[in-house]
């Protein structure tokens, strides 16, 4: 079956500090992973995307990888921001098709 | 601007009523998809389009119709709604996604849909 997992739910740091979002996935062929930013009430908003040959991709403060072979990626997020407080959500692509699959998000709060 | 208009954005409606939420993209994409988000459960796809007059059904299409008859617009039809329907949905367009391709996908505002 195929499934996006991430984890962990929720998280709440301090501003300044980093922190790095797990995504698992088993869809399989995979043709490429998508990381998306939702603010509440608002439509994700894209932040990186990697196919299966590339192992890391950055977008300012935002860093992702992606090891296709264990079917891991993460999120790293650099110096946070009360701004950065959102949903992050990993997205797969099954290859050769149009079907996407959704995390169900990691709840950032990023406090003073 | 390049976006992705939804309308309307607030909808509350009566079991059977049918109704239609219209989306709309300006940027000339051939891909065009509809989901639903629900809580606990995350965005959810039920139908997209890969281009006019090309549609398919997504994870969970049961209860929704669709329509490609420009490359344009792309609306939702919901025949007989149901308060399982209750929902907020999100349309997104995007250049084709297949083929290990990284074209970004824009996302509408989103509906939130209450059917009692």
């Known amino acids: 079956k195929n499934q996006v997992e991430q984890s962990p739910q929720s998280l709440i740091i301090l501003e300044g500090k980093n922190c790095t979002l797990q995504?698992?996935?088993?869809?399989?062929?995979?043709?490429?992973l998508r990381w998306y930013k939702q603010d509440t009430g608002r439509g994700p908003v894209s932040l990186t995307i990697?196919?299966?040959?590339?192992n890391t991709k950055s977008n300012g403060r935002y860093t992702a990888t992606l090891d296709a072979d264990t079917k891991q990626s993460s999120l790293h997020i650099t110096a946070s921001q009360l701004s950065d407080s959102a949903s992050y959500i990993c997205?797969?692509?099954?290859?050769?098709?149009?079907?996407?699959?959704f995390g169900t998000g990691t709840r950032l709060t990023v406090i003073p | 601007e390049a976006q992705v208009t939804q309308n309307p954005r607030y909808l509350i409606t009566v079991t059977g009523k049918k109704l239609t939420v219209t989306c709309s993209q300006n940027?000339?994409?051939?891909?065009m998809s509809w989901y639903r988000q629900d809580p606990g459960l995350g965005l959810r796809q039920i139908y997209y389009?890969?281009?006019?007059?090309?549609?398919d059904k997504g994870d969970v299409p049961e209860g929704y119709k669709v329509s490609r008859k420009e490359k344009r617009n792309f609306p939702l039809i919901l025949e007989s709604p149901s308060p399982n329907q209750t929902s907020l949905y999100f349309c997104?367009?995007?250049?084709?996604?297949?083929?290990?391709?990284?074209?970004?996908?824009?996302f509408g505002p989103g509906t939130r849909l209450l059917v009692l």
């Open positions: 995504c698992n996935y088993t869809v399989s062929p995979f043709s490429n």
């Open positions: 990697m196919t299966f040959s590339e």
């Open positions: 389009s890969m281009n006019v007059e090309v549609t």
């Open positions: 940027m000339n994409h051939e891909y």
């Open positions: 997104a367009s995007s250049f084709k996604l297949a083929g290990g391709g990284q074209e970004t996908q824009y």
């Open positions: 997205v797969v692509t099954l290859g050769r098709a149009n079907n996407l699959f």
